[in-house]
Protein backbone atom coordinates (compact mmCIF):
# COMPACT_ATOMS: atom_id res chain seq x y z
CA UNK A 1 0.00 0.00 0.00
CA UNK A 2 1.45 3.06 -1.00
CA UNK A 3 1.31 6.21 1.45
CA UNK A 4 -1.63 7.73 -0.36
CA UNK A 5 -3.70 4.81 0.11
CA UNK A 6 -2.78 4.41 3.64
CA UNK A 7 -3.70 7.70 4.66
CA UNK A 8 -7.16 7.64 2.32
CA UNK A 9 -8.13 4.21 4.27
CA UNK A 10 -6.84 6.10 7.96
CA UNK A 11 -8.74 8.91 6.30
CA UNK A 12 -11.95 6.79 5.78
CA UNK A 13 -11.80 5.11 9.35
CA UNK A 14 -11.29 8.40 10.86
CA UNK A 15 -13.42 10.96 9.34
CA UNK A 16 -13.14 12.94 11.86
CA UNK A 17 -9.15 12.43 12.67
CA UNK A 18 -7.50 16.15 13.30
CA UNK A 19 -5.57 16.94 10.52
CA UNK A 20 -2.46 18.48 11.79
CA UNK A 21 -2.82 14.89 13.58
CA UNK A 22 -2.83 13.00 10.28
CA UNK A 23 -0.33 15.49 8.55
CA UNK A 24 2.14 14.34 11.31
CA UNK A 25 1.27 10.92 11.75
CA UNK A 26 2.25 10.28 7.88
CA UNK A 27 4.60 12.78 7.38
CA UNK A 28 2.80 15.05 4.75
CA UNK A 29 1.67 18.70 4.68
CA UNK A 30 -1.75 19.44 6.40
CA UNK A 31 -2.44 20.99 2.94
CA UNK A 32 -2.17 17.61 1.29
CA UNK A 33 -4.42 16.17 3.99
CA UNK A 34 -7.45 18.99 3.54
CA UNK A 35 -6.86 18.16 0.18
CA UNK A 36 -7.41 14.22 0.28
CA UNK A 37 -10.41 14.75 3.02
CA UNK A 38 -12.05 17.15 1.04
CA UNK A 39 -11.83 14.53 -2.15
CA UNK A 40 -12.93 12.10 0.23
CA UNK A 41 -15.98 13.43 1.61
CA UNK A 42 -17.30 14.37 -2.19
CA UNK A 43 -16.72 10.95 -3.30
CA UNK A 44 -13.54 11.44 -5.80
CA UNK A 45 -11.66 9.29 -3.60
CA UNK A 46 -12.88 5.87 -3.93
CA UNK A 47 -12.92 3.50 -1.17
CA UNK A 48 -9.89 0.85 -1.09
CA UNK A 49 -10.58 -2.45 -3.04
CA UNK A 50 -10.18 -4.35 0.27
CA UNK A 51 -9.97 -3.00 3.54
CA UNK A 52 -6.92 -2.39 4.82
CA UNK A 53 -5.34 -5.32 6.83
CA UNK A 54 -6.13 -5.21 10.88
CA UNK A 55 -2.52 -5.51 12.07
CA UNK A 56 -1.86 -1.98 9.36
CA UNK A 57 -5.03 -0.24 10.69
CA UNK A 58 -3.96 -0.85 14.18
CA UNK A 59 -1.25 0.70 13.83
CA UNK A 60 -2.62 3.60 12.42
CA UNK A 61 -4.70 4.67 15.03
CA UNK A 62 -3.85 7.41 17.54
CA UNK A 63 -2.50 6.34 20.50
CA UNK A 64 -3.53 7.65 24.29
CA UNK A 65 -0.50 10.04 23.99
CA UNK A 66 -1.20 10.94 20.21
CA UNK A 67 -5.02 12.71 21.39
CA UNK A 68 -3.46 14.42 23.94
CA UNK A 69 -0.45 15.79 22.11
CA UNK A 70 -2.98 16.38 19.39
CA UNK A 71 -5.43 18.39 21.30
CA UNK A 72 -2.46 20.32 23.12
CA UNK A 73 -1.35 21.70 19.43
CA UNK A 74 -4.77 23.23 18.99
CA UNK A 75 -5.13 24.76 22.51
CA UNK A 76 -1.36 26.09 22.85
CA UNK A 77 0.13 25.59 19.00
CA UNK A 78 3.24 23.46 18.19
CA UNK A 79 5.59 22.30 20.88
CA UNK A 80 8.50 23.57 18.82
CA UNK A 81 7.01 26.99 18.58
CA UNK A 82 5.93 27.07 22.03
CA UNK A 83 9.76 25.87 23.02
CA UNK A 84 11.71 28.83 21.43
CA UNK A 85 9.30 31.32 22.79
CA UNK A 86 9.80 29.61 26.72
CA UNK A 87 13.46 29.47 25.93
CA UNK A 88 14.18 32.83 24.57
CA UNK A 89 11.89 34.35 27.56
CA UNK A 90 13.79 32.10 30.33
CA UNK A 91 16.91 32.71 29.10
CA UNK A 92 16.60 36.49 29.42
CA UNK A 93 15.11 36.07 32.74
CA UNK A 94 18.67 34.35 33.72
CA UNK A 95 20.92 36.42 31.79
CA UNK A 96 19.55 39.70 33.70
CA UNK A 97 19.20 38.14 36.90
CA UNK A 98 22.68 36.77 36.66
CA UNK A 99 24.11 40.54 35.52
CA UNK A 100 22.51 41.83 38.60
CA UNK A 101 23.50 39.15 41.07
CA UNK A 102 20.00 38.25 41.46
CA UNK A 103 19.20 34.88 43.58
CA UNK A 104 16.37 33.24 43.98
CA UNK A 105 14.27 30.85 46.30
CA UNK A 106 13.41 27.40 44.05
CA UNK A 107 10.03 27.93 44.15
CA UNK A 108 10.54 31.34 43.54
CA UNK A 109 12.76 30.24 40.45
CA UNK A 110 10.18 27.80 39.37
CA UNK A 111 6.98 29.74 39.53
CA UNK A 112 9.02 32.22 37.03
CA UNK A 113 9.77 29.37 34.69
CA UNK A 114 6.10 28.04 35.09
CA UNK A 115 4.89 32.13 34.46
CA UNK A 116 6.77 31.89 31.14
CA UNK A 117 5.69 28.76 30.09
CA UNK A 118 1.78 30.31 30.75
CA UNK A 119 2.60 33.42 28.99
CA UNK A 120 4.14 31.37 25.81
CA UNK A 121 0.99 29.41 25.43
CA UNK A 122 -1.03 32.10 25.16
CA UNK A 123 1.37 34.05 23.00
CA UNK A 124 1.58 30.59 20.59
CA UNK A 125 -1.56 29.86 20.34
CA UNK A 126 -5.51 30.77 22.32
CA UNK A 127 -5.18 34.22 24.09
CA UNK A 128 -8.90 33.27 25.37
CA UNK A 129 -8.07 29.69 27.44
CA UNK A 130 -8.78 30.72 30.72
CA UNK A 131 -6.82 28.05 32.52
CA UNK A 132 -3.56 29.32 31.31
CA UNK A 133 -4.44 32.99 32.78
CA UNK A 134 -5.73 31.31 36.26
CA UNK A 135 -2.43 28.91 36.00
CA UNK A 136 -0.44 32.50 36.30
CA UNK A 137 -2.28 33.42 38.60
CA UNK A 138 -1.76 30.60 40.73
CA UNK A 139 1.90 30.48 40.53
CA UNK A 140 2.42 33.74 42.03
CA UNK A 141 -0.07 33.67 44.59
CA UNK A 142 1.80 29.78 45.90
CA UNK A 143 4.99 32.40 46.18
CA UNK A 144 3.16 35.10 47.72
CA UNK A 145 1.72 33.34 50.40
CA UNK A 146 4.95 31.39 51.14
CA UNK A 147 6.49 34.42 51.89
CA UNK A 148 3.91 35.43 54.23
CA UNK A 149 3.83 31.65 55.75
CA UNK A 150 1.25 30.08 54.20
CA UNK A 151 3.53 27.46 52.08
CA UNK A 152 1.52 24.83 50.27
Request: charged share 25%; glycine share 4%; net charge positive.
Amino acid sequence: MTKTEKIKAYLAENPDASVNGVAKKFSVSAPYIYTLRKKLQAGAILPLPMKAPEPLLKALEPTPVDKVLDARAVNYGTFADGARLMQSIKRTLSDHAQKHGKTFADDQWEALEMIVHKMARIVNSNPDNHDSWVDIAGYAMLVADRLEGNAR
